[in-house]
């Protein structure tokens, strides 16, 4: 067993072009509903990051093999979106589960607004028990400012996202010495540091022609999400059952630091509050006891001047600081809405104001 990933609460998995399209081309729904049967299986949160716009569309468009200039792709991706994205909602659907479709841009994940957007989002529908399936915004990117490969992206969501494991799911059970079509190339179980990847060769380009990274880019996303604190598991997409049931199958890329201890450190640490939450004895209760999120309801008063994505000090009624965390609200938006439940607030000011004020992943003990 692997307690790297049974332990794991929020796992983003990502699926290549290659594991979800037949031989002659367009969606193979067999190969999804399986993906998804070992996915809705998982009692952890899953967010999905999605391959295969551009595969699906080629076919209803009449083309043979994926184009090579960006606008018959992102007609692709566009047409071969939507396919996907009823093919997942129909399969999560036979489980009682509900998809929300995420497409997200470079900046998206890289610019700090932006960035609390997509957070934002990611973390409701999480929160709403739906499964967010994610694939970069292929008809407005350019070729500038395209990810062009989702593992990459998929690293970046996991960081985003908090979560505890990244999976990656391809047409290859694992990583090998060498192209695993050759002779003598030696399934990897285990990489512990980027010495183990010495005298591995990733060059050759996947052989289905429809996906686009490679091994290339699964090093270099399990190196993104490794450093960030994340393990990663890379296996073929059959295996997602046997991986997410924590049994040792493909390749292991042992994390190289702490990450969520590591942000908390710095927010306990390094930042210097912004101002101070007051908060009533239950919610004082709920966040150092059950490790709640702090909402509108349990705050009493609010001072200092500080903007949505600051740190700020938690403070019992003796104003002693009891936690440290990231405010989801402008200092001036709280005053109106301390004291009322979310459900109140939802239905007098519309859902933004259903969120929490410090959601729990956002919070340390101090
Ligand atoms: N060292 C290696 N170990 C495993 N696979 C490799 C290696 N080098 C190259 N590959 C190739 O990478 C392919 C996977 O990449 P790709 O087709 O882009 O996948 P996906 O569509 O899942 O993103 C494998 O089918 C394999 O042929
Ligand atoms: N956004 C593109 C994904 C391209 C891509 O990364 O493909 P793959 O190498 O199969 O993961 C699409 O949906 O077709």
Same mark, same amino acid.
């Given at each position: 067993m692997r307690e790297q990933v049974t332990e794991a609460r929020r796992i983003v998995v990502k699926v290549g072009s290659s594991s979800l399209t037949t031989a002659a081309g367009g969606l193979d729904a067999e190969r999804v509903d399986a993906l998804v049967d070992a996915l809705a299986k998982s009692p952890a949160e899953v967010v999905l990051v999605s391959s295969g716009a551009i595969a699906a569309g080629l076919a209803p468009l009449g083309l043979s093999r994926r184009p090579r200039d960006l606008s018959t792709q992102q007609a692709a991706a566009s047409v071969g979106q939507g396919l996907l994205m009823r093919a997942y909602n129909d399969a999560f659907a036979r489980h009682g589960r509900v998809v929300g479709q995420v497409l997200l841009t470079v900046d998206d994940v890289t610019r700090r607004v932006h960035y609390r957007n997509a957070y934002r989002t990611l973390r409701r529908l999480l929160d709403l028990r739906a499964v967010p399936i994610v694939n970069e915004n #292929? +008809?407005? %990117?350019t070729q500038e400012i395209r990810f062009g490969d989702n593992d990459r992206l998929a690293a970046l969501v996991a960081s985003l996202v908090h979560a505890d494991l990244l999976v990656l799911l391809s047409d290859v059970d694992g990583l090998y +010495? /060498? #192209? !695993?079509?050759? =002779? /003598?190339s030696m399934p990897v179980t285990d990489v512990r540091s980027p010495d183990d990847l010495s005298g591995i060769d990733v060059k050759r380009p996947g052989k289905a022609g429809v996906g686009t990274g490679g091994m290339v880019t699964k090093v270099e996303a399990a190196r993104i999400a490794t450093t960030s604190g994340i393990p990663v598991v890379l296996t073929s997409a059959p295996n997602a059952g046997r991986v997410l049931a924590g049994e040792p199958v493909g390749t292991l890329f042992h994390r190289l630091r702490e990450r969520p201890q590591a942000r908390l450190f710095w927010l306990a640490h390094a930042t210097s509050p912004r101002g101070r939450l007051h908060l009533d004895p239950g919610a004082v209760q709920a966040v150092i006891q059950r490790h709640a999120s702090l909402l =509108? %309801? /349990?705050? +009493?008063a609010v001072d200092g001047r500080f903007a949505a994505g600051d740190p700020v000090d938690l403070v019992d009624v003796g104003g002693v600081p009891v936690a440290r965390g990231l405010v989801n609200y402008d200092a001036t938006e709280l005053p109106p809405l301390l004291g009322r439940s979310t459900g109140e607030l939802a239905a007098a000011l /519309? !859902? %933004?104001? @259903?969120? @929490?004020?410090?959601h729990r992943d956002d919070l340390v003990l101090l």
């Open positions: #292929d +008809t407005v %990117a +010495t /060498g #192209d !695993p079509a050759k =002779p /003598g =509108p %309801a /349990g705050i +009493t /519309g !859902p %933004a104001y @259903e969120r @929490e004020v410090v």
